[in-house]
């Protein structure tokens, strides 16, 4: 059966239950991540709920397709060529947030931005970090997300994951092995759906003015005005790799359309028109040099997708 009559069949089974306004073909994920780069989906579909999820993961298991499952696209590169298997997006359907005593539950698609705004005007205190990281509550479990030294792991209660088989599994945050940027939700394959955050009562203007002064650190240091997926690099053991390439003289280095930040060289950044092939070629350009000049190796922080 050739790939072209098996899309169809899927997409034929996945109107049963799915809108066709949420089942889009050659959908192009430059519309989709911070980047604001990558080609063509050969499918790209909006689930809303969990029985949409299971349904889906479970139809395309049965087809021996391939899917990645899309948070906010805000830490992800796909590649010029696109990506041939099936993208499925949560973000803007599966993000209720809802609060019971001091504890926030929220589903996969729920940005990270709004819990914190939501934990504040409960006047819990403890999430304040997070309330300036590009992204959702379901990526910021897979990678154990951090910033300002606190991380996702420090207020984690528990997460509700989907396995690939279909399975819902509650998973206590003590089981979830969550170090720098990694967890079992990563290295397993989990779907998140939903994560339960564990606050404390604290003062809601307090709370506010610390969120008040990380915005004013991040917007000061961090390029915020050109498309990006965040730092581009993970924390090297007793380096920063922002440092590193600003001392390897790489700041404002340029390719394509693709630029390190003159502001935080920490940052890859498209000042216009770059290709996600510019990216990834100055990612390199930029791990060649620190490696040759310092002996250091970087590794990428942002996921990359798709057929280089």
Same mark, same amino acid.
């Not at 609060?99 to 504040?120: K, M, P, Q, T």
């Not at 990563?186 to 506010?208: H, Q």
């Given at each position: 059966?050739? $790939?072209?009559? #098996?899309?169809?069949?899927?997409?034929?089974?996945?109107?049963? =239950?799915?809108?066709?306004?949420?089942?889009?073909?050659?959908?192009?994920?430059?519309?989709?991540?911070?980047?604001?780069?990558?080609?063509?989906?050969?499918?790209?579909?909006?689930?809303?709920?969990?029985?949409? %999820? @299971?349904?889906?993961?479970?139809?395309? *298991?049965?087809?021996?397709?391939?899917?990645?499952?899309? $948070?906010?696209?805000?830490?992800? #590169?796909?590649?010029?060529?696109?990506?041939?298997?099936?993208?499925?997006?949560?973000?803007? *359907?599966?993000?209720?947030?809802? %609060?019971?005593?001091?504890?926030?539950?929220?589903?996969?698609?729920?940005?990270? +931005?709004?819990?914190?705004?939501?934990?504040?005007?409960? +006047?819990?205190?403890?999430?304040?970090?997070?309330?300036?990281?590009?992204?959702?509550?379901?990526?910021?479990?897979?990678? *154990?997300?951090?910033? =300002?030294?606190?991380?996702?792991?420090?207020?984690?209660?528990?997460?509700?994951?989907?396995?690939?088989?279909?399975?819902?599994?509650?998973?206590?945050?003590? @089981?979830?092995?969550?170090?720098?940027?990694?967890?079992?939700? &990563?290295?397993?394959?989990?779907?998140?759906?939903?994560?339960?955050?564990?606050?404390?009562?604290?003062?809601?203007?307090?709370?506010?003015?610390?969120?008040?002064?990380? +915005?004013?650190?991040?917007?000061?240091?961090?390029?915020?005005? =050109?498309?990006?997926?965040?730092?581009?690099? /993970?924390?090297?053991? $007793?380096?920063?790799?922002? /440092? #590193?390439?600003?001392?390897?003289? %790489? &700041?404002?280095?340029?390719?394509?359309?693709?630029?390190?930040?003159? /502001?935080?060289?920490?940052?890859?950044? *498209?000042?216009?028109?770059?290709?996600?092939?510019?990216?990834?070629?100055?990612?390199?350009?930029?791990?060649?040099?620190?490696?040759?000049?310092?002996?250091?190796?970087?590794?990428?922080?942002? /996921?990359?997708?798709?057929?280089?």
């Amino acid at each position: 059966m050739t $790939g072209e009559i #098996l899309k169809q069949e899927i997409i034929t089974e996945l109107k049963q =239950y799915l809108p066709t306004e949420r089942i889009l073909e050659q959908e192009p994920m430059s519309r989709h991540t911070t980047f604001r780069v990558g080609g063509p989906a050969r499918l790209f579909l909006e689930i809303a709920t969990q029985e949409e %999820l @299971k349904s889906t993961i479970q139809l395309l *298991n049965d087809a021996g397709e391939t899917y990645y499952l899309l $948070g906010n696209g805000s830490n992800l #590169l796909v590649s010029d060529s696109g990506y041939r298997g099936v993208i499925i997006q949560m973000d803007r *359907n599966m993000e209720e947030i809802r %609060l019971d005593g001091e504890e926030i539950h929220a589903c996969a698609g729920a940005l990270l +931005s709004s819990v914190a705004v939501a934990a504040r005007n409960a +006047s819990l205190t403890g999430f304040e970090f997070a309330g300036g990281i590009p992204g959702t509550i379901g990526g910021a479990a897979v990678m *154990n997300a951090g910033a =300002y030294g606190g991380e996702l792991k420090d207020v984690l209660k528990e997460v509700t994951v989907m396995t690939r088989e279909g399975e819902i599994l509650t998973i206590p945050a003590d @089981k979830l092995e969550m170090g720098y940027r990694t967890s079992i939700i &990563k290295t397993a394959g989990y779907l998140v759906l939903e994560a339960v955050i564990s606050l404390k009562k604290g003062d809601e203007e307090k709370i506010r003015a610390v969120m008040k002064e990380l +915005s004013e650190r991040r917007t000061e240091k961090q390029p915020l005005d =050109y498309p990006s997926a965040g730092s581009t690099f /993970k924390r090297p053991e $007793g380096y920063f790799a922002g /440092k #590193l390439i600003s001392d390897a003289g %790489l &700041k404002g280095k340029t390719i394509g359309g693709a630029q390190v930040s003159e /502001k935080h060289a920490g940052f890859i950044v *498209n000042i216009g028109g770059a290709s996600t092939k510019d990216i990834l070629d100055l990612i390199a350009f930029c791990q060649k040099t620190v490696q040759e000049q310092f002996g250091v190796t970087l590794e990428t922080e942002v /996921k990359i997708v798709g057929e280089r």
